[in-house]
């Protein structure tokens, strides 16, 4: 099978197209062919290995995760004796990033419970979109804070997957809704129901005079303390990824931050897949979708795909596509 391969860590150029085994299955696994996967930055830190963090999961002098992409949609072509919830032709989908990544490839192994049935009439593109930016922004919203109406929430990297599906998962409340991206993103924002939208290029939130209830944070990339002083008293702030010394400081240490700067902080400890089911639901009830660049990638382009989610230009997800 084809698959996007990164042998050494640093530029993006070191992607290769290879020719590699199909992947063989256990017992308890099964076998997807991927028809499209979604880039996250958790891929795009992998390959470059610039965060100790990242190298302790995949290597430290080298990738031992060579096939990256944790998001996936597909059709089971083979199963596992011991495989109960999924048969031959299924339509799946799923974050693999609990389970060796694997997902820029013609083909795909995992374990069952990695994978959750998708709607009927749900597309591959727009499946393959949600597993982890759909459940970051769902546990940001529903796992720390009861969100009341009045609410002025900001939203930090706002254009990307987390700030696309959280606008719509916030819809039917009464909130105010603020966006911090790249200016390429405002009218997209604003047209979703974004209330309001800073071009963090020409403006830092962090020192105007508008304060917030709750603040979730893509980016993670100002020092803690900006965040207490655009919070209300009672504010929370929420992190689901960024600068990786400052996630786990909050990871960590949310307790003591909590005492020095008189403000909630938390941390989104990303529970793969959890509530796909919840998030089906709302799909079927025609209340979510994923937003989908519109420059669309292939495998044999998947090189060029990262580049230009990198560039931090993207207007929702990229997706590649592995077959029509």
Same mark, same amino acid.
């Given at each position: 099978?084809?698959? $996007?391969?990164?042998?050494?860590?640093?530029?993006?150029?070191?992607?290769?197209?290879?020719?590699?085994?199909?992947?063989?299955?256990?017992?308890?696994?099964?076998? %997807?062919?991927?028809?499209?996967?979604?880039?996250?930055?958790?891929?795009?830190?992998?390959?470059?290995?610039?965060?100790?963090?990242?190298?302790?999961?995949? +290597?430290?002098?080298?990738?031992?995760?060579?096939?990256?992409?944790?998001?996936?949609?597909?059709?089971?072509? =083979?199963?596992?004796? /011991? %495989?109960?919830? #999924?048969?031959?032709?299924?339509?799946? !989908?799923?974050?693999?990033?609990?389970?060796?990544?694997?997902?820029?490839?013609?083909?795909?192994?995992?374990?069952?419970?990695?994978? *959750?049935?998708?709607?009927? =009439?749900?597309?591959?593109?727009?499946?393959?979109?949600?597993?982890?930016?759909?459940?970051?922004?769902?546990?940001?919203? !529903?796992? #720390?804070?009861?969100?009341?109406?009045?609410?002025?929430? @900001?939203?930090?990297?706002?254009?990307?997957?987390? +700030?696309?599906?959280?606008?719509?998962?916030?819809?039917? &409340?009464?909130?105010?809704?603020?966006?911090?991206?790249? /200016?390429?993103?405002? /009218?997209?924002? &604003?047209?979703?129901?974004?209330?309001?939208?800073?071009?963090?290029?020409?403006?830092?939130?962090?020192? @105007?005079?508008?304060?917030?209830? &709750?603040?979730?944070? *893509?980016?993670?990339?100002?020092? $803690?303390?900006?965040?207490?002083?655009?919070?209300?008293?009672?504010?929370? !702030?929420?992190?689901?990824?960024?600068?990786?010394?400052?996630?786990?400081?909050?990871?960590?240490?949310?307790?003591?931050?909590?005492?020095?700067? +008189?403000?909630?902080?938390?941390?989104?400890?990303?529970?793969?897949?959890?509530? $796909?089911?919840?998030?089906?639901?709302?799909?079927?009830?025609?209340?979510?979708?994923?937003?989908?660049?519109?420059?669309? #990638?292939?495998?044999?382009?998947?090189?060029?795909?990262?580049?230009?989610?990198?560039?931090? /230009?993207? $207007?929702?997800?990229? @997706?590649?596509?592995?077959?029509?």
């Amino acid at each position: 099978m084809k698959a $996007l391969v990164n042998r050494k860590y640093g530029s993006l150029k070191s992607l290769t197209i290879e020719e590699v085994p199909t992947p063989s299955i256990k017992s308890d696994e099964v076998l %997807v062919k991927v028809k499209a996967v979604s880039i996250n930055d958790w891929d795009l830190g992998m390959i470059k290995g610039s965060s100790f963090v990242n190298r302790m999961q995949s +290597g430290l002098f080298k990738p031992k995760l060579q096939i990256l992409g944790s998001d996936v949609a597909g059709v089971v072509v =083979s199963v596992g004796s /011991e %495989v109960t919830k #999924f048969r031959i032709g299924d339509r799946v !989908y799923g974050d693999l990033s609990n389970n060796q990544f694997g997902g820029f490839a013609e083909y795909t192994a995992t374990y069952e419970k990695h994978l *959750c049935h998708m709607p009927e =009439s749900m597309p591959f593109d727009i499946a393959a979109a949600i597993p982890q930016a759909g459940m970051l922004a769902y546990q940001a919203l !529903y796992d #720390f804070i009861e969100i009341r109406d009045g609410m002025r929430i @900001l939203i930090n990297g706002a254009g990307g997957g987390v +700030g696309t599906y959280a606008v719509q998962m916030l819809r039917d &409340l009464n909130v105010h809704l603020t966006g911090v991206d790249a /200016e390429v993103k405002r /009218e997209m924002l &604003l047209s979703m129901g974004y209330n309001a939208f800073k071009d963090y290029k020409k403006v830092d939130f962090t020192k @105007l005079a508008d304060k917030y209830d &709750l603040i979730i944070d *893509c980016k993670t990339n100002k020092p $803690l303390s900006k965040y207490a002083k655009v919070l209300n008293d009672d504010g929370m !702030y929420i992190t689901i990824g960024g600068d990786m010394i400052k996630v786990i400081r909050i990871l960590l240490g949310s307790k003591s931050l909590e005492k020095k700067y +008189g403000r909630k902080y938390n941390c989104v400890q990303l529970s793969t897949n959890r509530n $796909l089911p919840e998030i089906n639901q709302l799909y079927e009830e025609g209340k979510l979708t994923s937003i989908i660049d519109p420059r669309r #990638f292939t495998l044999l382009s998947g090189r060029e795909a990262m580049t230009y989610y990198a560039s931090g /230009e993207h $207007l929702g997800k990229v @997706l590649i596509v592995i077959e029509e």
